[in-house]
């Protein structure tokens, strides 16, 4: 054990030190500062643009019922919007009036067609105001058409707030879901989920470039002559899987920092989901780690690893996908069957534990499904290993991989 800990300190120094690690840290965390700070600004912006006063010119080309004093009645109750008729005009008369006041736009009415003519058309947030006015308007309208009163029209158009609460089956208790807390455990979900996705590739193929590296290098050849190949793949896997956490730890460090000044999603992250993204990013790393480390000693050159882990990363991305798709049901069939497959696992069982409430008999499983896999994985990687970081110039077929493993 003090050997390997000793390859893993070895491994974890040699990266922490090198200028792309220490780039991708600090443009990792200002990614993460940035989707942390971005957001707010532009609520705030997009809530300045909502205090933009409307000035709206408004011509009838229809000689029915107006429609004007529907239009005016509705905004008279609102502030920042002023209606102005431009009875009497013709649309260039009005239309140059509307550049000369400086006003919003003009408006054209014809029975049931509506034309802005807007001096700017790209204002895109400026003209759904209008359109949600003008529509508000047109509902008055059609309710005087048909005889009824505002009073029907309140009726009408009552929503009601369905609130939702789930019954635990093993208590009886009722626990209420709130809409806006399951939108924020979603966001938080969807943000650590990620941030587990990249970690997975990031890191699985970190170690395999890694063993790839040595071997082109001929260091194995030294490092095998005085310790076991298994004690090389452990030491790499745990020195990269530090190396990922202190990193991880930086971006997060800065993220939460940074959150509740900015007033963002993420000031309630809890301790308790902290922990859980930190073991099933543990049981994913390690479970995935002992694949990619077989695959890195499958090559003989750097050049070469991607076409050996390509699989092992569409599984990875197979799993993000299947996570993310079981958002709108986590305790589906779909979710329930992820949860324990190890290529899905860690992505699909951890987004449950955020957003549903899974058994304690689920999640145990689901553990320990991984821990097994990862023993597992590291016993058939470990012979691989044994044989593959010795092979020079030639990759293995899998004829030739199937009877290692046997021998």
Same mark, same amino acid.
């Given at each position: ?6 390859l893993a300190r070895?491994? $974890?120094? *040699? ?38 006063? /409307? ?8 000689? !029915?019922?107006? $429609?004007?004093?529907? @239009? ?10 002023? =209606? ?21 736009? @003009? ?33 008055? $309208? ?13 009726? @009408?158009?009552?929503? =009601? ?12 208790? %009722?626990?209420?879901? *709130? ?9 938080? &979900? ?19 470039? !890694? ?7 001929? +260091? ?29 730890? /930086?971006?997060?460090?800065?993220? @939460? ?12 992250? *809890? ?10 990013? =543990? ?10 480390? %077989?695959?890195? %000693? ?13 699989? $092992? ?9 299947? %996570?993310?798709? &079981? ?13 324990? +497959?190890?290529?899905?696992a860690p992505m ?20 320990? +499904? ?22 020079y110039g030639k ?13």
């Amino acid at each position: 054990m003090k050997t390997i800990f000793i390859l893993a300190r070895r491994d $974890f120094m *040699s990266r922490v030190k090198r200028p792309s690690y220490i780039i991708t840290t600090i443009i990792g965390s200002l990614i993460l500062i940035g989707l942390t700070l971005i957001p707010p600004m532009l609520d705030n912006l997009a809530h300045e643009e909502n205090l933009t006063n /409307i000035e709206l010119l408004v011509l009838e080309q229809s000689n !029915g019922a107006s $429609f004007v004093p529907f @239009l005016e009645q509705t905004t008279g109750q609102k502030e920042g919007i002023n =209606i102005r008729s431009a009875r009497g005009k013709s649309e260039v008369e009005a239309y140059a009036l509307v550049l000369d006041e400086g006003l919003t736009g @003009l408006l054209l009415i014809d029975d049931s067609s509506f034309v802005l003519l807007s001096p700017n058309s790209l204002d895109a947030g400026l003209h759904n105001r209008i359109e949600a006015h003008v529509n508000e308007a047109f509902v008055r $309208f059609n309710a005087a058409k048909l005889g009824l009163s505002h009073g029907d029209m309140q009726v @009408l158009f009552q929503r =009601i707030s369905l609130d939702v609460r789930e019954i635990s089956p093993e208590n009886g208790h %009722a626990l209420e879901k *709130s809409s806006g807390a399951h939108e924020q455990a979603l966001l938080l &979900t969807y943000f650590l989920l990620f941030m587990l996705y990249m970690a997975l590739i990031l890191y699985g193929n970190m170690v395999a470039s !890694g063993v790839a590296e040595e071997k082109s290098s001929r +260091i194995m050849e030294v490092m095998v002559s005085t310790v076991k190949p298994t004690q090389l793949m452990f030491g790499k896997i745990i020195g990269v899987g530090a190396l990922g956490l202190v990193q991880f730890a /930086i971006w997060v460090g800065s993220t @939460l920092v940074l959150n509740p000044l900015a007033k963002g999603n993420f000031s309630s992250i *809890s301790l308790e989901v902290l922990l859980w993204f930190g073991l099933y990013f =543990i049981l994913g790393y390690f479970f995935y780690a002992s694949i990619f480390a %077989a695959g890195g %000693a499958l090559v003989s050159r750097v050049e070469e690893v991607n076409q050996v882990i390509t699989i $092992f990363m569409m599984f990875i991305v197979v799993g993000f996908f299947v %996570a993310f798709s &079981t958002f709108d049901n986590p305790n589906g069939k779909l979710s329930m069957i992820a949860s324990f +497959i190890p290529f899905t696992a860690p992505m699909v069982m951890f987004s449950r534990v955020v957003l549903a409430n899974p058994s304690i008999f689920q999640v145990i499983a689901s553990i320990v +499904i991984l821990i097994l896999s990862f023993l597992g994985g590291t016993w058939i990687s470990a012979k691989v290993y044994h044989v593959g970081i010795l092979l020079y110039g030639k990759r293995p077929n899998l004829a030739e991989i199937v009877r290692l493993l046997r021998d």
